[in-house]
């Protein structure tokens, strides 16, 4: 079965820091660009993060360049995002997704991501 599952959101204060995992199975990880996106409340989902297949190259969201770091671990099968000193504002759920292509791009609507997860939710407190 082809999937993303993602773990490791929770409740943290402001200031803090969590690292989500997303874990993928039923197809060739290492063929994929992977993301990360997030849909705040009352907010369109947005990217956060794309790594190539290499993990090679990477790009982020300007609301979290300097604070989260994207990685991949391609004989674990795994895509993490370190998420540190976290704000009220990155509160959301955070999704991760797979597109068949060797890197990704800044704007995050190419490549086409068509392997989605249910999603873990972050809430930070203030």
């Known amino acids: 079965q082809v999937q993303v599952v993602e773990s490791g959101g929770g409740l943290v204060q402001a200031g803090g820091s969590l690292r989500l995992s997303c874990s993928a199975s039923?197809?060739?990880?290492?063929?994929?660009?992977m993301g990360w996106f997030r849909q705040r409340p009352g907010k369109k989902r947005e990217g956060v993060s794309c790594i190539s297949w290499s993990g090679g190259s990477t790009y982020y969201a300007d609301s979290v360049q300097g604070r989260f770091t994207i990685s991949r671990d391609n004989a674990k099968k795994t895509l993490y995002l370190q998420m540190n000193s976290v704000k009220p504002e990155d509160t959301a759920t955070y999704s991760c997704?797979?597109?068949?292509?060797?890197?990704?791009?800044?704007?995050?609507?190419?490549?086409?991501?068509?392997?989605w997860g249910q999603g873990t939710q972050v809430t930070v407190s203030s």
């Open positions: 039923g197809f060739a990880f290492d063929d994929y660009a």
């Open positions: 997704a797979a597109a068949r292509a060797e890197v990704c791009s800044s704007d995050f609507d190419r490549p086409e991501y068509n392997i």
